[in-house]
């Protein structure tokens, strides 16, 4: 692993005292997440498909709380690629993603600690799950057309 350079380091901390401040700190990063899976497996639409997938569910719990501090916090302890995990499931498209982010919204309000750290994470939540959809329009489904890709979460 490369070390971080100074400047890189104290951004990192930054962001994530920036976050701590709102209430995103290891704790609530991981209630959100356990809470979240806990949704997602008891769902009709997502349930089976996770199911499908995920044999070791502590193991994956512990991945997704890895991610999640990547993203909220910078950490950098979190090392993969969901892409090509998302890539590779037939069943999922616009409408499987739409409704995973209603369950993350809902989780959200659930356990909110800050109005200032729901936006936060929602927003980043928002921005992966359009990058995965377009990742699969692409690479799965062949759509290379931009203009198509712009905004395929909402598109009709």
């Known amino acids: 692993m490369v ?8 951004a990192r901390n930054e962001k994530r005292e920036q976050a701590e401040r709102m209430g995103i700190d290891p704790a609530f990063i991981s209630a ?9 497996r008891a769902d009709s639409l997502l349930g089976p498909i ?3 997938r995920i044999a070791d569910w502590p193991h ?10 990547s993203v909220l916090h910078q950490s950098g302890g979190y090392s993969g690629n969901p892409m090509i995990k ?13 409704h ?7 989780t959200l309000a659930e356990i909110e600690v800050d109005p200032r750290a729901t936006s936060l994470i929602a927003g980043r939540a928002r ?3 359009e990058s995965l959809l377009n990742a699969i329009h692409i690479h799965r489904d062949g759509i ?13």
């Open 3 to 10: 070390e971080a350079t100074p400047f890189a380091a104290r």
């Open 32 to 40: 959100m997440v356990e809470n979240f899976y806990a949704r997602v």
């Open 50 to 52: 996770f199911e499908q």
């Open 60 to 69: 994956h719990l512990g991945r997704m709380k890895a991610f999640w501090a």
């Open 86 to 98: 998302h890539v590779a499931i037939p069943a999922i498209a616009r409408r499987e993603f739409a």
């Open 100 to 106: 995973w982010l209603g369950l993350f919204d809902e």
């Open 127 to 129: 921005m992966i799950a």
């Open 144 to 156: 290379n057309d931009p203009m198509k890709l712009k905004g395929a979460l909402h598109a009709g």
